[in-house]
């Protein structure tokens, strides 16, 4: 079955909700700015990230020819 394509118009329609709605939520105190943040984020709170060889990583994903 297809997957449904999906234009860069639509995504930036969503993102541009999900920010004033997100604004709103703010401004009437329904959510803290932490709380947001935490909803907001790829990560859970609080968690720890570390790039072993990040020089390494940086030339082979963006110096290749």
Do not use: C, W
Not at 47 to 65: D, E, H, P, S
């Amino acid at each position: 079955m297809p997957r449904p394509t999906v234009t860069f118009k639509q995504l930036d329609r969503e993102h541009r909700r999900e920010v004033t709605r997100d604004a709103e939520r703010l401004r009437t105190a329904q959510v803290t700015p932490m709380a947001l943040q935490a909803e907001n984020s790829i990560l859970p709170p609080n968690t720890r990230v570390r790039v072993r060889n990040l020089i390494g990583y940086a030339k082979k994903a963006y110096l290749q020819k």
